[in-house]
């Protein structure tokens, strides 16, 4: 088991910056690979980008791809997402998540864990 708890959202204009952290606490953080996802109003929850345990590999929604970058950092048991050059678009509830077994999955069902979310708000 592990819990996730995000933290980091918020309101900024577009062009502008932001960075989301997930903070887990239970297993042994490194045991799990770790992503985010995102949720707009009457959309479903997307992938947005994933680490794999060792954080050697990384992988990105086409929508976000060179804007975030995620990263991992065992010492902290936190998981980061660097956004940059927002856009409206990205307007959405962000979600931790983490998953066990295989590595490379971009589907909500395969991952186990959720954190709460927190609101990113883009405006134009």
């Known amino acids: 088991q592990v819990q996730l708890v995000e933290s980091g959202g918020g309101l900024v204009q577009a062009g502008g910056s932001l960075r989301l952290s997930c903070a887990a606490s239970?297993?042994?953080?490194?045991?799990?690979?770790m992503g985010w996802f995102r949720q707009a109003p009457g959309k479903e929850r997307e992938f947005v980008a994933a680490?794999?345990?060792?954080?050697?590999?990384?992988i990105y929604a086409d929508s976000v791809k060179v804007r975030f970058t995620i990263s991992g950092d065992n010492a902290k048991n936190t998981v980061n997402l660097q956004m940059d050059s927002l856009k409206p678009e990205d307007t959405a509830v962000y979600y931790c998540?983490?998953?066990?077994?295989?590595?490379?999955?971009?589907?909500?069902?395969?991952?186990?864990?959720w954190g709460q979310g927190t609101q990113v708000t883009v405006s134009s």
């Open positions: 998540a983490a998953k066990g077994t295989t590595w490379g999955a971009t589907s909500a069902n395969a991952y186990m864990h």
């Open positions: 239970g297993r042994t953080f490194n045991w799990w690979h």
């Open positions: 680490i794999n345990r060792g954080g050697g590999s990384t």
